[in-house]
């Protein structure tokens, strides 16, 4: 169990190799329970579970990856809010908070970690929630100057760019465990 910031806790895990994937059938044979909880660990919406549950069983997984994005943004500002609360700080991952210290691989500065700090905060003033980008592929330093551009937003064009970063992450945890 993961513990972010604010308050949080994580089943999430990344997929770990050996671990068998799941294909479409195995998705639409889970007990309801089942089902329900590995859709939670994409996103803690649960107007967004709601809804993927609704269209089981999946024909296949570009029907569950159209549903997804359909449901996603069927949503309303609150659901989006309850998803983005459900991930840690930009900046948990790299200091080695709760538990997560294996992400990046190269150290990070005192500097860009006090960065994110101060920009994470600044960011949930601002805009009243966290700061959520997918970050796979993007150094610390890349996520503090996103931080940064981001905090020059207004609060309409925000919403939907935090919305659909949101997305993109719920579709790698899609994708992670299951096989094409």
């Not at 159209?66 to 309850?82: F, K, M, Q, T």
């Not at 200091?95 to 691989?105: E, I, Q, T």
């Not at 601002?126 to 330093?141: E, L, R």
């Not at 996520?143 to 939907?160: D, G, S, Y």
Request: glycine share 6%; charged share 20%.
């Amino acid at each position: 169990m993961l513990r972010a910031s604010n308050g949080y806790q994580s089943q999430y895990t990344d997929y770990k190799p050996g671990v068998r994937r799941l294909d479409i059938a195995d998705f639409n044979a889970m007990s309801e329970l089942q089902a329900q909880a590995a859709l939670t660990r994409c996103c803690g919406s649960r107007r967004w579970v709601q809804g993927m549950m609704a269209r089981r069983p999946f024909a296949s997984f570009a029907a569950l990856f159209a549903a997804s994005d359909e449901v996603w943004w069927s949503l309303d500002r609150s659901d989006w809010l309850e998803a983005f609360n459900h991930h840690l700080q930009i900046g948990e991952w790299f200091s080695g908070k709760n538990g997560f210290s294996n992400y990046p691989a190269e150290p990070v500065s005192d500097v860009i970690l006090e960065g994110l700090a101060r920009g994470n905060h600044a960011y949930h003033k601002k805009f009243g929630y966290i700061f959520v980008i997918k970050k796979a592929g993007q150094s610390a330093a890349d996520l503090l100057t996103q931080l940064q551009k981001r905090l020059r937003h207004n609060p309409e064009t925000e919403i939907l760019i935090a919305a659909d970063q949101n997305k993109q992450i719920m579709t790698d945890r899609l994708m992670r465990w299951v096989t094409s």
